[in-house]
């Protein structure tokens, strides 16, 4: 039996977790939070910091990383007003 690795999966799985983040910003930015934290998710074939980049791209980077914004297995993204 051969084994493969689904790629379209793991494409799925990184639009998945941009939408997710994407709508975390927008329920704190109504909420008046301008920061949050995200764990960093395994199963997406990427770093955290082409996560990030993703979802900067995504937004217009209005959502973005910045300095240190990994730490404790999270990300720690802030939302600019």
Known sequence: ?????????????????????????KQNANAGIDRFGYPIPRDIGISAFELIKAVENETEESVYGGYNCIFD???RFSIRY
């Open 1 to 25: 039996m051969k084994i493969q690795v689904n790629k379209n999966q793991q494409a799925i799985n990184l639009k998945t977790h941009i939408g997710t983040i994407i709508t975390i910003a």
């Open 73 to 75: 297995k999270a990300i």
